[in-house]
């Protein structure tokens, strides 16, 4: 069974920041894309960003572009997004994701092409 094992979720104030880690075997983390995905209160999952499995490539959602970062730290099998400048409607349960195996596709934003999930991470922006 793939695991996948997310930390770093919490509560900020507007304006600040917090880092999300997800963890992950060497094999699926080493022939993924990686994503993240997040689940406002009430809302449908989006799309937050994602990252080819040899890190070239990168893509984000519009409303985190700028914002937020992806990155991948292959010695430890370790997923990240960085988040700065952090607002009310950041607010959600954060998901990565892991599109396996990477045959050539593109960084796809549907949560249905991923194929192994984490558990979730509360991130609670205050204004």
């Known amino acids: 069974q793939v695991q996948l094992e997310e930390s770093g979720g919490g509560l900020v104030q507007a304006g600040g920041s917090l880092r999300l880690s997800c963890v992950l075997s060497?094999?699926?983390?080493?022939?993924?894309?990686m994503g993240w995905f997040r689940r406002p209160p009430g809302k449908d999952r989006e799309f937050v960003a994602g990252?080819?499995?040899?890190?070239?490539?990168?893509r984000y959602g519009d409303s985190v572009r700028g914002r937020f970062t992806i990155s991948k730290d292959n010695s430890k099998n370790t997923l990240y997004l960085q988040m700065n400048s952090l607002k009310p409607e950041d607010t959600a349960v954060y998901y990565c994701?892991?599109?396996?195996?990477?045959?050539?596709?593109?960084?796809?934003?549907?949560?249905?092409?991923?194929?192994?999930w984490g558990q979730g991470a509360q991130v609670t922006v205050s204004s």
């Open positions: 060497r094999f699926i983390f080493s022939n993924s894309i």
């Open positions: 990252i080819s499995s040899n890190n070239e490539t990168v």
């Open positions: 994701a892991a599109d396996f195996p990477f045959r050539g596709q593109p960084i796809s934003v549907y949560s249905y092409l991923y194929d192994y």
